[in-house]
């Protein structure tokens, strides 16, 4: 089994671009900072670990996650390799994401409703916000 859950920091906002063709395909990059604590002397150290995601998955992140944010995600481990420009031989290991989802609000201004809600109990959105935006069906 393959199986990866984390949660961690951003390093920097995700690093997104489309391949080439007829049907361009969204690929984000991003990196987390993950903590972990060294037992022997209980100091916390973090590991940067390199993900990828794909498709609307990626158009989410574009949109969404920038440097800073507490997310969580799980996926699976890939390896690969490639020759660089120096012919030397480059070994890589990402994380590729399947789901990815806030930890925690950004700052205290997530904190204000967004608006009263209506005598039917649902919340109007605001002008801002379109659909397919949403991270949900």
């Known amino acids: 089994m393959n199986k990866v859950i ?4 951003l390093t920097r906002d995700p690093d997104v ?9 969204a690929v984000a990059r991003y990196t987390l900072a993950v903590n972990r604590i060294r037992i022997a002397d209980r100091e916390q150290q973090a590991d940067f670990i390199s993900c990828v995601t ?3 998955s ?3 992140a574009e949109k969404y996650l920038r440097q800073g944010m507490k997310i969580a995600i799980s996926g699976r481990i890939q390896t690969g390799s490639y020759t660089n420009r120096e012919g030397q031989k480059v070994y890589t290991t990402d994380v590729v994401v399947e789901e990815q989802e806030f930890v925690e609000k950004k700052n205290a201004e997530m904190d204000k409703p967004v608006s009263n809600p209506d005598d ?5 959105l605001p002008d801002n916000v379109d659909d397919d935006g949403l991270p949900f069906n």
């Open 58 to 60: 990626a158009e989410f």
């Open 17 to 25: 671009r489309y391949s080439q063709g007829e049907k361009a395909t």
């Open 120 to 124: 039917d109990g649902f919340m109007n």
């Open 54 to 56: 794909f498709g609307r």
């Open 6 to 9: 984390l949660m961690g920091r």
